[in-house]
């Protein structure tokens, strides 16, 4: 069993930046891919970055250039770092980890983001 535990997530202007952190312990076998989704308010939950073992790293079209996905595998740890946060970008954001953003094994418990003046 794989838990991924999260941080990182508060309250910020429009234009600010954030990093999320989520961390993996337990049963994890290589390769996986990490990554992150988020679920507005009345909104399907929707991926926002996946990053693979290898480092191959995608986004939605909403956020590239604005975010950033990494990882470190020493620590099993994968990171968001979000700048230019608009208030469209407010949600619960959760990690995950699994063979693919479709095949997800583990997910966070979620980590509250909110973009507002």
């Known amino acids: 069993q794989v838990q991924l535990v999260e941080s990182g997530g508060g309250l910020v202007q429009p234009g600010g930046s954030l990093r999320l952190s989520c961390a993996a312990s337990g049963s994890i076998f290589s390769p996986y891919t990490m990554g992150w989704y988020r679920q507005a308010p009345g909104k399907q939950r929707g991926l926002v970055a996946t990053?693979?073992?290898?480092?191959?790293?995608d986004y939605a079209d909403s956020v590239k250039g604005r975010f950033t996905i990494s990882r470190d595998n020493a620590k099993n740890t994968v990171y968001l770092q979000m700048n230019s946060l608009k208030p469209e970008d407010t949600a619960v954001y959760y990690c995950?980890?699994?063979?693919?953003?479709?095949?997800?094994?583990?997910w966070g418990q979620g980590t509250q983001v909110t973009v507002s003046s």
């Open positions: 990053i693979t073992c290898g480092g191959s790293s």
């Open positions: 995950f980890v699994g063979a693919s953003h479709a095949i997800v094994r583990s």
